[in-house]
């Protein structure tokens, strides 16, 4: 019985999943053959509005051009993303452990978010060159602002009664940490790592687009001076696809992770 009921939610889940993504497909499909009737008929430049067709030819024959700098834009968003996820976990866990010095630093790293990436990219450019480096800084900076403040939030957000149970039991505040406040951050951790994600991937492309001999980034602004305006859309597409695999990535590694969690409505 127990597995005749897991089966009618197994394939409840699957129906309503296909009937999340079947509106979606065919408004962009429509969207797609909309623009490709589009520019046919009003005979538009290439380089002003390729068709689709035009875009999905140029990707085929920069192909292995597009390969190179892809896999080098994915290089600079895992690192980027890795070490900027890391480094605000750090720092969300030392701030919300001192208190003090949490309200001293909280201020000026809200602050530090106004104050756009494009403004900083030169910078650093400047101090530490065209090499890796800068580029990997920049994207570090981009993920790091969402995983600490949304780290620092779910740590904030433990259940007091279990909070003073524990210390009536004589746990220290470093075992308060551990057993009590990390498990109870995890989903704002995730919520952190989800946006992080979203926008690793962006953030490398601008490090490339400032100042790099390679990457998606490098790619675009190359075709686009050359007005192969077929390659950057390529490009663009590309870089979404980037994007939702990290993204992807993130809600798997969260479903695997919080399985203890019960479902909605179980």
Wanted: proline share 6%.
């Amino acid at each position: 019985m127990a597995v005749k009921t897991t089966r009618r939610r197994s394939k409840g889940r699957n129906a309503g999943t296909a009937g999340r993504l079947l509106p979606p497909v065919i408004v962009l499909a429509a969207f797609i053959a909309f623009w490709e009737a589009s520019v046919h008929l009003l005979r538009v430049e290439t380089w002003i509005l390729p068709a689709p067709s035009d875009i999905a030819r140029e990707a085929i024959a920069a192909g292995p051009r597009l390969i190179q700098h892809t896999l080098a834009t994915v290089q600079l968003t895992l690192l980027g993303f890795a070490a900027g996820a890391a480094a605000g976990f750090v720092l969300a866990a030392l701030l919300h452990l001192v208190p003090w010095a949490r309200e001293g630093v909280y201020p000026l790293l809200v602050l530090s978010q106004n104050i756009p990436i494009v403004a900083i990219g030169p910078l650093l450019m400047i101090w530490f060159g065209f090499g890796l480096l800068p580029k990997l800084l920049l994207v570090m900076m981009v993920c790091f602002f969402p995983v600490s403040v949304a780290m620092l939030s779910g740590l904030a957000q433990s259940d007091p009664k279990l909070d003073n149970y524990m210390r009536m039991i004589g746990a220290g505040k470093a075992r308060l940490f551990v057993s009590l406040e990390l498990p109870g951050a995890v989903p704002y951790l995730f919520s952190g790592l989800k946006i992080a994600a979203s926008y690793s991937v962006l953030s490398a492309v601008v490090a490339e687009w400032l100042g790099s001999d390679r990457g998606l980034g490098y790619f675009m602004l190359l075709s686009s001076k050359g007005f192969q305006t077929a390659r950057v859309f390529a490009a663009v597409l590309v870089i979404v696809a980037l994007s939702l695999c990290m993204f992807g990535v993130i809600v798997l590694a969260q479903r695997l992770t919080m399985r203890w969690r019960p479902r909605k409505g179980e």
